[in-house]
Nanobody, 125 residues
Framework: QVQLVESGGGLVQAGGSLRLSCAAS????????MGWFRQVPGKEREFVAT????????LYADSVKGRFTISRDNAKNTVYLQMNSLKPEDTAVYYC??????????????????WGQGTQVTVSS
């Protein structure tokens, strides 16, 4: 069982930046694909970004490409989401998730095995 704890959310003005962190309890963290998703009330959970177990492959939603960067530190069992040039439409609860390989459709939420509790990101205009 992998436990994931997100942190770093908060309130920021449009154009600002935030860095989200997700700490994993699992000592085999480096075996997992890690993803970030987000959700607003009344909508389905939306893919944001994902990174392969080694960090060699990443994938981003078109809506965040060029503004967000996903990274991981396997020595610290942590995955990060650096969010720059934030927009009001980025407002959501952000979740990190872990998935076992293979790297087949890493943007699909239903392929992820473990989820954190989420952290709120609010971008004011």
């Amino acid at each position: 069982q992998v436990q994931l704890v997100e942190s770093g959310g908060g309130l920021v003005q449009a154009g600002g930046s935030l860095r989200l962190s997700c700490a994993a309890s699992e000592r085999t963290f480096s075996d997992y694909i890690m993803g970030w998703f987000r959700q607003v009330p009344g909508k389905e959970r939306e893919f944001v970004a994902t990174i392969s177990w080694s960090g060699g492959n990443t994938l981003y939603a078109d809506s965040v490409k060029g503004r967000f960067t996903i990274s991981r530190d396997n020595a610290k069992n942590t995955v990060y989401l650096q969010m720059n040039s934030l927009k009001p439409e980025d407002t959501a609860v952000y979740y990190c998730a872990a998935s076992r390989p293979p790297w087949s459709s890493p943007d699909r939420a239903d392929l992820y095995d473990y989820w954190g509790q989420g952290t709120q990101v609010t971008v004011s205009s």
